[in-house]
């Protein structure tokens, strides 16, 4: 079956400084993949997405490229802030009727001043 | 839109009693997801409807829970009895059910079983 599987947690970084979650999936096919992200007390919202083979999907900073010979697709950002600090989720699902998403268990990430 | 939206946020109940929790999707999506999260298991994907059609019901832990979608605009998760171990955050989703969307999700209900 599919599955997403993340690094163990937590992190924890000090502002500025750079940030690689990896993220490897194993699915039939091509899934479109994404970054969700959870903010305390909140619900998930999506971060970033990629559809195809070596899309780069970016929003805030963040960065994540579908690589599909690595089944990977790890999410960076170069320079992170307290405002980061959050729960960071790998997904994927398939196109076409009835598609799920498949999440990873999630990464807790926590930026110190 | 108002997004997904859930009730109650938070619930605190009894164990043995019966807890219904709601979710309103976004109008237009056809496809609704109720996961469940906690520290031990993280994110668990309950059940889904496509078209208020149950589509995958395989995550639902045992026969206390139960959940219907009587409309596109409407669906309820059931647990009849609850017992402490049904403490979770409860997540409703939706989406359009065409290649590449995103799933929307609400904020979460809290229940805690005593």
């Known amino acids: 079956g599919n599955s997403v599987t993340q690094m163990e947690g937590p992190v924890t970084l000090s502002e500025e400084a750079f940030l690689t979650i990896n993220c490897t999936y194993t699915a039939t096919g091509y899934p479109s993949l994404f970054w969700y992200v959870q903010y305390p007390g909140e619900g998930l919202q999506l971060l970033l997405k990629?559809?195809?083979?070596?899309d780069k999907g970016s929003n805030k900073g963040f960065e994540a490229t579908y690589r599909k010979e690595t089944t990977s697709f790890h999410l960076e950002k170069g320079s992170v802030q307290v405002s980061d600090s959050a729960v960071y989720f790998c997904?994927?699902?398939?196109?076409?009727?009835?598609?799920?998403?498949?999440f990873g268990k999630g990464i807790t990430l926590s930026v110190r001043p | 839109d108002a997004g997904v939206i859930q009730s109650p946020r938070h619930e605190v109940t009894e164990m043995g009693q019966e807890v219904t929790l709601r979710c309103k999707p976004i109008?237009?999506?056809?496809?609704l997801f109720w996961y469940r999260q906690t520290m031990m298991r993280g994110l668990e994907l309950l059940i889904y409807?496509?078209?208020?059609?149950?589509?995958?019901d395989s995550g639902m832990p045992e026969d206390r829970f139960s959940a219907k979608m009587p409309n596109a605009s409407f669906s309820t998760l059931k647990i009849q009895p609850s017992e402490p171990r049904d403490s979770a955050v409860y997540f409703c989703?939706?989406?359009?059910?065409?290649?590449?969307?995103?799933?929307?999700f609400g904020q979460g209900t809290r229940l805690t079983v005593v």
């Open positions: 409807f496509n078209n208020n059609v149950p589509i995958d």
């Open positions: 989703a939706s989406c359009l059910d065409r290649p590449n969307t995103e799933a929307f």
């Open positions: 109008s237009g999506h056809n496809s």
């Open positions: 990629a559809t195809k083979a070596d």
């Open positions: 997904a994927l699902s398939y196109t076409g009727a009835n598609s799920k998403l498949t």
